[in-house]
């Protein structure tokens, strides 16, 4: 197990983290995606912290705050020091009737963190995320509040889920121009098949030195392996229950079709694979997995220790890039003389 550091930040996670939004379980999607209780929990994070994995992400909407309750008991009772592992939790998802139980204001703000403290049973937050855009409140509403929770001790770093460039960016130059914590890591959708990240949010990411958390990196289920054109799932499984997030089928059984012969010359899973590519990436600090049995989990911790070859890496690259779109395409047609530049003078390795 490798370890970056997240963002600019000293703070060292996993390559890997676990996501528990398999836990818990109630009504609606959070039954379809998952409903493991106490015990069945605990032996995946048990799973996870032997394996090496540093790091854990939950948020309070997950089965209505009932992940975050099995997740924080699971610590416990498996008596994990609390500087061995980082948590990271996410506030914005309506959390009752009342209008101000939603959205990133500093009202919902401040109570959603109390309320994760509680269930979690932690003294802080380690990593503290917004975890959608909202378009009714004040981006510096928003950032003002979280370091608030950064100087009271609440949350030690501050993230955001699910936000475009302009966004993050315009939160970044409040949080400079008024020397307030700044989002340190972004969590967002990335997988082999859908690659849309790549057109504005992993400039942004590298531009400004910001980690990437992956959620959903085998597009729920669908990169698994145990789908194709023949073979669209078994009834109840995740995919056929729960069709999210949106994927390009046609584009994902092409990305199929092309991993499925590297994994079995390697002798691995298509998944395997599929979490590899994602390893291989350089924007990527960590990939969030998610599992509702250990078998799962293992499969998943074991690609860590598959290696694409540059060869291998062309061909998935070939089947899965994006097609060219504007201002993309100028940009790299326009750049294209400088860069010739910048491999040719003695940075060009920096």
């Known amino acids: 197990m490798r370890y970056n550091s997240l963002g600019r930040t000293g703070l060292f996670v996993s390559e890997l983290c676990l996501g528990t939004m398999t836990f818990g379980g109630g009504a609606g999607i959070w039954n379809q995606i998952g409903d493991l209780q106490q015990a069945e929990a605990e032996r995946l994070v048990g799973r996870a912290i032997d394996a090496g994995i540093n790091f854990i992400d939950t948020a309070d909407v997950y089965s209505q705050g009932v992940s975050e309750q099995i997740t924080g008991q699971a610590l416990k009772n498996l008596k994990v020091p609390r500087d061995q592992v980082v948590v990271a939790?996410?506030?914005?998802?309506?959390?009752?009737?009342?209008?101000?139980?939603r959205g990133a204001s500093r009202y919902h703000i401040m109570d959603g963190v109390k309320a994760s403290l509680k269930r979690l049973q932690l003294d802080h937050i380690d990593l503290y995320q917004i975890h959608g855009f909202d378009p009714a409140t004040p981006i510096e509403e928003t950032v003002r509040a979280l370091d608030t929770l950064v100087q009271h001790g609440h949350v030690r770093y501050v993230g955001v889920s699910n936000w475009a460039a302009w966004q993050i960016m315009k939160a970044l130059g409040i949080a400079h121009h008024h020397g307030l914590?700044?989002?340190?890591?972004?969590q967002a959708y990335y997988t082999i098949a859908g690659r849309d990240l790549e057109r504005e949010l992993a400039p942004m990411l590298r531009s400004e030195g910001l980690g990437l958390m992956v959620w959903s990196p085998l597009a729920g289920?669908?990169?698994?392996?145990?789908?194709?054109?023949e073979q669209q799932g078994e009834a109840g499984s995740r995919r056929t229950t729960f069709d999210f997030p949106p994927v390009n089928r046609d584009r994902a059984w092409d990305c199929v079709d092309?991993?499925?012969?590297?994994?079995?010359?390697?002798?691995?899973?298509?998944?395997?694979?599929?979490?590899?590519?994602?390893?291989?990436?350089?924007?990527?600090?960590?990939?969030?997995?998610?599992?509702?049995?250990?078998d799962q989990l293992d499969d998943n911790i074991a690609a860590t220790q598959v290696t694409l070859s540059e060869e291998e890496l062309a061909v998935l690259d070939?089947?899965?890039?994006?097609?060219?779109?504007?201002?993309?395409?100028?940009?790299?047609?326009?750049?294209?003389?400088?860069?010739?530049?910048?491999?040719?003078?003695?940075?060009?390795?920096?």
């Not at 289920?221 to 054109?229: F, H, I, N, T």
């Open 181 to 186: 914590a700044r989002f340190e890591s972004l």
């Open 89 to 101: 939790t996410k506030v914005f998802s309506e959390m009752g009737k009342s209008p101000n139980e």
């Open 318 to 350: 070939d089947v899965s890039g994006l097609p060219a779109e504007y201002p993309g395409w100028m940009l790299a047609r326009q750049g294209e003389y400088r860069r010739e530049q910048i491999k040719q003078s003695r940075h060009g390795e920096d």
């Open 258 to 294: 092309a991993m499925r012969p590297i994994a079995e010359k390697k002798g691995v899973s298509v998944a395997q694979i599929a979490l590899a590519w994602l390893l291989h990436q350089r924007a990527v600090t960590t990939v969030i997995i998610g599992a509702k049995r250990v």
């Open 221 to 229: 289920g669908l990169l698994s392996g145990k789908y194709g054109r």
